[in-house]
């Protein structure tokens, strides 16, 4: 009996070893993996946009969502009352954009279909 697991033992052995080797061989001789192409962010349109907190209360989070999408993008955070801050925004399909501003008080302010190609300069108001 102890003799039919040493073999047994052995042939396994074997078998893995012959399947590692097979591995090892299809890797050296496999062709190799397409690479993946980078994109390119030359030539990404976007615009510069000036957003100004003229109200009492820091805004916490600008968010700028492609009009008709559900997409939110962060564009801008913690802007305090009365300062500006520039942002540039990509406008590769569009330049009509919802913005939501949250503040460190909890409201919320949104402007719906602001063209940014246009109106670069974003006051934000009570």
């Known amino acids: 009996m102890r003799n039919f697991h040493r073999k047994s033992f052995a042939f396994v052995a074997a078998g893995v070893g012959a399947a590692?080797?097979?591995?090892?061989?299809?890797?050296q001789t496999a062709a190799p993996a397409p690479a993946v192409a980078k994109s390119q962010k030359k030539g990404t349109a976007s615009v510069?946009?000036?957003?100004t907190n003229?109200?009492?209360v820091a805004l916490t989070e600008l968010d700028a969502t492609p009009s008709g999408l559900f997409i939110p993008k962060a564009i801008l955070s913690n802007l305090a009352p009365g300062k500006k801050a520039s942002v540039r925004v990509a406008t590769d399909q569009d330049c009509v954009y919802d913005l939501r501003g949250v503040y460190a008080d909890g409201s919320i302010t949104e402007s719906p279909s602001v063209d940014l190609c246009k109106d670069q300069n974003v006051n934000l108001v009570e």
């Open 54 to 56: 003229s109200r009492a």
């Open 20 to 27: 590692l080797m097979a591995g090892a061989v299809y890797a």
């Open 48 to 51: 510069v946009v000036l957003v």
